[in-house]
């Protein structure tokens, strides 16, 4: 079993800044990849940023040059730094983990934190 925890959503101003967080923990051999996908009200959901056991990093197209997805040493953590935020960024955003789990690659998703980019 895998839990996600994820952290750092909240209300913020167009221009401003949020960090996102989310930590995986649980019964898993190995981290493939973990990323952040969002979903706003209306719309289908799409991807934010992944990053790989290798280090690849991947973004959405809205997001490039203002997003960046890191993680921590031990990999099992990743963070979203999000700049100059416009209120299209405005969703719930949800963590995914893809972890090798009985020679399965298996995938987990967080409950979701919720981004207002609002004046």
């Known amino acids: 079993q895998v839990q996600l925890e994820e952290s750092g959503g909240g209300l913020v101003r167009p221009g401003g800044s949020l960090r996102l967080s989310c930590t995986a923990s649980?019964?898993?051999?190995?981290?493939?990849?973990m990323g952040w996908y969002r979903r706003a009200p209306g719309k289908e959901r799409e991807l934010v940023a992944q990053i790989f056991s290798g280090g690849t990093t991947k973004y959405g197209d809205s997001v490039k040059d203002r997003f960046t997805i890191s993680r921590d040493n031990a990999g099992n953590t990743v963070y979203l730094e999000m700049n100059s935020l416009k209120p299209e960024d405005t969703a719930a955003y949800y963590c995914?983990?893809?972890?090798?789990?009985?020679?399965?690659?298996?995938?987990?998703w967080g409950l979701g934190t919720l981004v207002t980019v609002s004046s």
């Open positions: 649980g019964n898993f051999v190995s981290i493939d990849g």
């Open positions: 995914n983990v893809a972890y090798w789990s009985d020679y399965v690659l298996r995938n987990y």
